[in-house]
């Protein structure tokens, strides 16, 4: 890949992309049928689970696969077919005339149009579909043709992927879909968006294993900017101390909360996670329809070792943290560990 590509910033919706670089593409059925494949899960095990494709899935992968031939700027690098979306990472190896929404929007014409024909003759749709349109459209009439239902409604997500090195997690994570939807299956409670819980007055919403909150023990986990410095000018004896003491408390049986922001923090809830230790994260954004956790905590919210809490509602075009935010969430964390439901107070 072009080594002077390695950074690319985001723009707004209507933008066109025009240059070189990855983007990772997200097609999905708003209504969320699953008319794309079937989940199957051999054993109940989630690491076997699989997607069987339908013939409208297949027929969406044939028209993928032949996007090449109509933008040869474009290669499919990988993807990822669910019941009810598509997810794909296409490398645009050169500057494209028009950007990659471009292809994105031709991709979806096709797609439609496929969604269409599917709706009305599900079972021939894949074979010389371009000619069975043409057909359907002069037997039934254009304005009946139109009138179909549509099933893909909404243009797919278009997302630059802003370094090279986000590729092995992004197809990670492409990879992992069959095994987390599984898992969700198998295991609805932890993974569903609960409302109104109460804490020191705030209204939270929460993923995960509300039952941490009935521990006898938590302490917060924030790691003060005078460790950060004083660790910078070569004495780190109390950050070093302090999250050692962290891990310990946890070892220990407490549950530790924390926004998990800074570096340090991070890597104190690293250890929380591989030695499986429960803790409460508090998070800046709230869960949107169909909520999953990424990587590090969906297997620990799948086995009940952690609970995620946010005040706020999703907001879809979030994308930093702010600092007020921050002062926000560690105080969070401190009325948690204050609060009136954790049986010692």
Request: hydrophobic fraction near 40%.
């Amino acid at each position: 890949m072009p080594s002077n590509h390695d950074t690319w910033h985001w723009q707004e919706p209507g933008m066109a992309w025009k240059g070189a670089g990855l983007y990772h593409i997200t097609l999905t059925i708003p209504s969320r049928e699953p008319l794309l494949g079937t989940l199957l899960i051999p054993d109940n095990d989630p690491k076997q689970a699989r997607i069987e494709y339908s013939d409208l899935g297949m027929a969406i992968l044939d028209i993928q696969r032949n996007l090449p031939s109509f933008y040869p700027e474009i290669q499919i690098l990988h993807y990822c077919l669910m019941p009810d979306h598509l997810h794909a990472i296409w490398y645009v190896r050169q500057e494209m005339p028009r950007g990659i929404a471009s292809a994105v929007r031709g991709f979806w014409q096709e797609v439609k149009k496929m969604g269409r024909f599917s709706s009305f003759a599900p079972n021939l749709i894949r074979e010389n579909y371009q000619e069975k349109f043409k057909t359907l459209r002069d037997e039934i009439g254009a304005e009946h043709y139109d009138a179909l239902p549509s099933i893909f409604t909404e243009m797919p997500f278009i997302r630059p992927m802003g370094q090279r090195r986000q590729l092995p997690a992004t197809i990670r994570y492409i990879e992992m879909n069959p095994q987390r939807l599984a898992t969700k299956k198998l295991m609805p409670g932890f993974f569903r968006v609960q409302e109104g819980i109460e804490i020191a007055g705030r209204q939270y919403r929460a993923v995960g294993n509300a039952k941490l909150l009935q521990a006898a023990r938590f302490a917060p986990v924030h790691v003060r900017r005078t460790m950060i410095d004083e660790a910078m000018h070569g004495d780190d004896s109390r950050l070093r101390d302090y999250m050692n003491g962290c891990v310990l408390a946890a070892r220990q049986g407490v549950v530790m909360v924390s926004p998990f922001i800074s570096d340090k923090e991070k890597e104190v809830m690293v250890v929380l996670l591989a030695e499986e230790h429960p803790f409460i994260y508090i998070t800046d954004n709230g869960f949107r329809d169909y909520y999953k956790p990424g990587d590090g905590l969906f297997d620990a919210v799948a086995s009940g070792q952690v609970l995620i809490l946010s005040p706020w509602e999703y907001d879809p075009s979030k994308r930093h943290v702010t600092r007020p935010e921050c002062v926000a969430m560690n105080q969070m964390a401190e009325e948690i560990c204050a609060s009136s439901f954790a049986p010692n107070k």
